[in-house]
Structure formats: C-alpha cells, structure tokens
C-alpha cells in the first residue's frame, strides 16, 4: 500500500497541487490536508508547500502559523514527525520555530523565480538519503520575494556546528556562492544558505521548489530525490522501521 | 471593564539587513533631498483592547506583539499608549476623503 503523506492547503497555497503529484509520481498516496483540520488523519509525513497562505499579510508565514492545523503539525513534529517546508511552507515552519531562522525581503527586493543550484551538505537525512551525492549542484526553481536566510552570527555558527545547513547555493562546480554573487546567491541568504533541519532531524525547509523539478518534462528532474527521500522515510516510519539514519551526532 | 488604544511599533532590529530602507535612501536624491542616513523601514499597528484596567490591557498587547505582530529574531517592538489620542478609530462616517 502506498504510504500517506499530507500536504496542507492554506488558502493561499499554490504549490499543493504541484506537490501532490510529484508525490504520486514518486509512489505515495498524497492526502490534502485543510487548513482547518485539527488532525492529520494519521498521514507519515506533512508536506506545507509553497504559496502565499493567507496573502502572506503581516510577515509571509506568521498568519498560517496559528491556524489550526499547525498545532497538529507542531505536536505531530515534536513526536518525531517528518515535516518538510517548501518555500513558503519554509516561511511557516520557521515561523512557527519548527526550524531556526527567520527568512527576509530578498536582497534586491524584487520577487524572483528562475532556477538556481543547490546541493545538500549531507545525505543522512530523512529528506536527501536518495540524492546521487552530497555536494552535488541540483537545478530547481525558486518563486519567492522573502527568501533571505537570517540568523545572528552564533546562530549561524551553531547551524554549521551541529551540521543542520542542509542545502545552500551553489555554482555550476558545486561551490557554496558567496553573499554577494547575484548570479548564484539569488536572495542574499547569509552563507548562502537554501535549506536547513532541526536539531532532532525530522524537520526540513528549503526556498526552492524540488516539487517543480521532479521529472525531465518539467526541464529537470533534479528535485525528485528529495520528494523520493522523504517519501521512503514516510514509509519506514509507517512501516514502524526505523528512520534513515537522522545526525550522526 | 475600560478601553484602551495602543501603537506597537515594529522595526528591524539593529544590523538586520534592511532592504526597503535602503530604497528608501536610494531614492532621496531624486527628490533633491540630503544629509538624511540610515533609513529603517518598520509598521506601526493600532489596536483596541478591553481589559480590567491598563495595565492588564499593556499585557495582552506584550504578548501579542511578541507572538505575533513582532519576529523577535529579526525585529524590535515598542508599544505606545495613544488612548484620548486622536487615532484612526472613530472617525465618522462621511468625514474621509471627498469622492
């Protein structure tokens, strides 16, 4: 039986569909999760995917922070939960304090959507286990107008530390870009970075949208081993294996 | 039960990166304007809370801001009492702008 993942609709999300069927692509049984419910339905990972939830008033994520859902995703997470936010999805969880940091108005404050190269910093997670390899540039689009990673440098410090950077900007050679390069740091991200995982490890978010690069017709499919990762840990998890191994801390 | 009207306003945290500021700057000398510097770009949010007295009116907008209006990762907020001032509230119907 293929495993259940949800994916929460905000009103505002517009990556849900998007996600849904890179996740049917990829083997699972997506389940849209509304923004009202109060539970998840017993789903084995959560997915919140891009978008504009609730307009993004306020601060881009704040709003979809308190609705109801959350606080199922919140419990659900603290339980050990395979949570990934994609982009807007991102904005919430860090939000939300599901992961540190805080995403700001891009650097040239303009909204930006073209691809851009990533690679993970490490393979030991629930959420890029199926990557080819570490350190490989991935070419994925990004859609956002808040996606300056921010954290005061001992936070940062201690993101590299604990090995919780799980995905930065790169060049074409897999070069982590510096912050001032336009070309490759698109947003101005502090250590370029694109992504990061909590502590525990069950916690992702990354600006850019593997869900929109997760089969060659879409012009790449270089996204698809982080939809593939996720979705073989879902099942591990619902199979009551244990999950990839999480940290080798 | 009494009525009190606040002000929280919220601004980018000293040394956050402040994009809209600097356009803000950037564009002073297009209007013949200088010698004006670090421009920080914030939001100011007016509020009515019914509370007991003041004070407990104070401790709902503390924690609303700091939950809510305010990131405190990236943000500073300072509440401001504006109750008797004149505000946005209560102007009446008609007196807005002439259509």
Known sequence: MPVRIGVVVFPGSNCDRDTVHALSIAGAEPVELWHEQASLGGVAAVILP???????????????????????????????????????????????????????????????????LIAAERLDTPFTHALAAAGRPLRMPIAHGEGCYFGDDAALDALERDRQVLFRYVDDSGGSATKDDRTTNPNGSLRAIAGVINAAGNVAGLMPHPERAAEAILGSADGAGIIRSLVDSAARAAAGEAPVAVGAR | MSTHRFAVNVTPK??????????????????????????????????????????????????????????????????????????????????????
């Open chain 1, 50 to 116: 891009g978008g504009f939830a609730y307009g993004d008033y306020l601060r881009a994520g704040v709003i979809a922070r308190f609705s109801p859902v959350m606080r199922a995703v919140g419990a659900f997470a603290a339980d050990g939960g395979l949570v990934l936010g994609i982009c807007n999805g991102f904005q919430v969880i860090a939000e939300a304090g599901l992961v540190p940091g805080a995403l700001l108005r891009n650097r040239d404050l303009r909204f930006l959507g073209r691809d851009v």
């Open chain 2, 14 to 99: 000293p040394g956050i990166l402040d994009p809209q500021g600097r356009a803000v700057e950037g564009s002073l000398g297009h209007l013949g304007i200088d010698g004006v510097s670090a421009v920080r770009v914030g939001r100011r949010v007016e509020l009515t809370v019914d509370a007991a007295d003041e004070s407990a009116a104070r401790a709902v907008v503390e924690r609303l801001a700091g939950e809510l209006l305010a990131n405190p990762l990236i943000e500073a907020y300072a509440i401001e009492s504006i109750s008797g001032a004149s505000s946005t509230v209560g102007v009446p119907a008609g007196a807005g702008n002439p259509v």
